[in-house]
């Protein structure tokens, strides 16, 4: 019997330090997603600005630029603008955002953000374009560093919460 109550205090404390360890990681992986998704911009800006690329190959370039779920988001908003005649790019950039807040780390805000893209992008001339996506840039940039700051502090925070609630956890049904 005893090797049974150490076999589920294990557990317990196991379990909770993997839940805190799984916080700890989503907090990364959205500092990571907003680099990512502000290189991503970045390149769609010299696609558009630049090369004069069609906005549904811009996309499609885009996505296999680089990685996922940020793949997913611009691959669906090409497909989106390829599939259907009359969709504007609001409509496919839209549809991409369904998707990626579905499989993504970013919270919310980062998502109503994103949706300000919507109706600017394909709208204007490409000087407009470019002005409007480099200040969307700057201030990914300043969300990335607020998560940077809060991933090191709440990842800490995060992972040793999850084991002393484990102990906790043990301790209170001891």
């Known amino acids: ?4 109550k150490a076999a ?7 379990g909770s330090g993997l839940w805190g360890l799984m916080g700890a990681r989503r907090l990364a992986q959205r500092v990571e997603e907003l680099k990512n998704l502000r290189l991503a911009l970045n390149f769609l800006e010299k696609e558009i600005t630049y090369m004069h690329t069609p906005l549904s190959s811009a996309f499609k370039k885009t996505a296999y630029f680089c990685a996922p779920p940020l793949s997913c988001f611009f691959l669906a908003c090409s497909e989106r603008l390829d599939k259907k005649a009359g969709v504007t790019a609001a409509e496919a950039w839209m549809t991409g955002l369904k998707e990626l807040q579905k499989i993504s780390s970013l919270k919310p805000e980062d998502i109503e953000l994103l949706k300000t893209v919507a109706m600017q992008i394909g709208m204007s001339d490409t000087y407009e374009q470019h002005k409007f996506l480099a200040l969307l840039q700057e201030e990914l940039k300043i969300i990335e560093q607020k998560a940077r700051e809060e991933a090191q502090t709440g990842g800490k925070l995060w992972s040793y919460g999850g084991f002393i609630l ?6 209170l049904f001891i």
């Open 1 to 4: 019997m005893g090797w049974l």
């Open 8 to 14: 589920g205090i294990v557990l317990v404390i196991a």
């Open 166 to 171: 484990g102990a906790l956890l043990v301790l």
